[in-house]
T-cell receptor, first 114, second 109 residues
Framework: DTGVSQNPRHKITKRGQNVTFRCDPI?????LYWYRQTLGQGPEFLTY????????KSRLLSDRFSAERPKGSFSTLEIQRTEQGDSAMYLC????????????FGSGTRLTVV | RKEVEQDPGPFNVPEGATVAFNCTYS??????FFWYRQDCRKEPKLLMS???SGNEDGRFTAQLNRASQYISLLIRDSKLSDSATYLC??????????FGKGTTLSVSS
């Protein structure tokens, strides 16, 4: 396990469908973060976990979004009733809980809602 | 006001040039500071942390001015491979990293 793994890499879905993304963090990292990035913007924070506890959620995370991290290992991000505005790159990152060291990002899941 | 503001560029420079990026942040409680690099359609990768005393990593020098809430990145002797988007990032204790929009650099031969 040498990095953060995200699946799928790409997802095309029709408006109104539900989608779920998975993130497997670096195994010794207890913190896991979800970000969203659209073209020309920096990553925008969505939510983060310390172990299995979801500690913070952004106002960007509407009721249609839910994230889980059962047992403090992998995490899933689900978007219900997708809208075209949900089209973005969804990035997962993990960290050891020491802010001085930054985070390691996965390659992301690119979502296109048609 | 955005929490982290950067000049989006693009900065177009020839190989060998020196280029500087600036960034300001709004929250004086911010404690950790970073520069990340992001290549086109790739994930952000940590370039370097930024310390109050200033720090250098090869051709890259980062500086922090807490009083002015200002961060900078200097790249000397630019290479073609430096072409990327550079993201200014700040963090308060116990919260997630906040990213700027990024500054795009294009180095040409």
């Amino acid at each position: 396990d040498t990095g953060v793994s995200q699946n799928p890499r790409h997802k095309i879905t029709k408006r109104g469908q539900n989608v779920t993304f998975r993130c497997d963090p670096i195994s010794e990292h207890n913190r896991l973060y979800w970000y969203r990035q659209t073209l020309g913007q920096g990553p925008e924070f969505l939510t983060y976990f310390q172990n299995e506890a979801q500690l913070e959620k952004s106002r960007l995370l509407s009721d249609r979004f839910s994230a889980e991290r059962p047992k403090g290992s992998f995490s899933t991000l689900e978007i219900q009733r997708t809208e075209q505005g949900d089209s973005a790159m969804y990035l997962c990152a993990s960290g050891a809980g020491f802010e001085d060291y930054g985070y390691t990002f996965g390659s992301g899941t690119r979502l296109t809602v048609v | 006001r955005k929490e982290v503001e950067q000049d989006p560029g693009p900065f177009n420079v020839p190989e060998g040039a020196t280029v500087a990026f600036n960034c300001t942040y709004s929250n004086s409680a911010s404690q950790s500071f970073f520069w990340y690099r992001q290549d086109c359609r790739k994930e952000p990768k940590l370039l370097m942390s930024v310390y109050s005393s200033g720090n250098e990593d090869g051709r890259f020098t980062a500086q922090l001015n807490r009083a002015s809430q200002y961060i900078s990145l200097l790249i000397r002797d630019s290479k073609l491979s430096d072409s990327a988007t550079y993201l200014c990032v700040v963090n308060q204790a116990g919260t997630a990293l906040i990213f700027g929009k990024g500054t795009t650099l294009s180095v040409s031969s």
